[in-house]
T-cell receptor
Framework: KQEVTQIPAALSVPEGENLVLNCSFT??????LQWFRQDPGKGLTSLLL?????REQTSGRLNASLDKSSGRSTLYIAASQPGDSATYLC???????????FGTGTRLLVSP | DGGITQSPKYLFRKEGQNVTLSCEQN?????MYWYRQDPGQGLRLIYY???????QKGDIAEGYSVSREKKESFPLTVTSAQKNPTAFYLC????????????FGPGTRLTVT
């Protein structure tokens, strides 16, 4: 059974720092991987999707990579801003299935 | 605007009552999903539907029921058999078969007392 771990569970940084969020899977047979952002009491917003043939995706200050051999993904946030404060969730789709498996998230606080 | 709507945003019910949560999408997506989110836990899949008039149980389907009579709608009923119904419920949809990218609604917070 696929399990997803996100490290750290919480992170507090001053504005302007570059930071890395980690996501690891127990089963490396990942078809694709999505990173989401969730604000308190809100739904999930899709940030980046890494498809099966890709190793990374970039959108603005965000860059996500996927290493299938190790079952790990990282989300890099450059020049963090207070508006980046939220919970970040990763989710993987296993090969042969149509269900996402979610991590428990990293709660990020960026202080001005 | 295209998107996924869930209503109501907050819902309060007495123990023993069934309650139905609404999920509508105008994205022309084939697949729809229901998740439950509890503090400190990842999202858990309740039910999903790949096509109209067909749906499958997810990881925690006990105490829940769904229907998929229209492509745009996927209502979730929380029955009195669900032992711990208080949670945040999220609906999602996806269209792209090649990528399975999922898009989420704003969620419904259900409180049962």
């Amino acid at each position: 059974k696929q399990e997803v771990t996100q490290i750290p569970a919480a992170l507090s940084v001053p504005e302007g720092e570059n930071l890395v969020l980690n996501c690891s899977f127990t089963d490396s047979a990942i078809y694709n991987l999505q990173w989401f952002r969730q604000d308190p009491g809100k739904g999930l917003t899709s940030l980046l999707l890494i498809q099966s043939s890709q190793r990374e995706q970039t959108s603005g200050r965000l860059n996500a990579s996927l290493d299938k051999s190790s079952g790990r993904s990282t989300l890099y946030i450059a020049a963090s801003q207070p508006g980046d404060s939220a919970t970040y969730l990763c989710a993987g789709l296993n090969t042969g299935f149509q269900k996402l498996v979610f991590g428990t998230g990293t709660r990020l606080l960026v202080s001005p | 605007d295209g998107g996924i709507t869930q209503s109501p945003k907050y819902l309060f019910r007495k123990e023993g009552q069934n309650v139905t949560l609404s999920c509508e999408q105008n994205l022309n997506h084939d697949a729809m999903y229901w998740y439950r989110q509890d503090p400190g836990q990842g999202l858990r899949l309740i039910y999903y539907s790949q096509i109209v008039n067909d749906f499958q149980k997810g990881d925690i389907a006990e105490g829940y029921s769904v229907s998929r009579e229209k492509k745009e709608s996927f209502p979730l009923t929380v029955t009195s058999a669900q032992k711990n119904p208080t949670a945040f419920y999220l609906c999602a949809s996806s269209m792209n078969i090649a990528t399975y990218e999922q898009y989420f609604g704003p969620g419904t917070r259900l409180t049962v007392t």
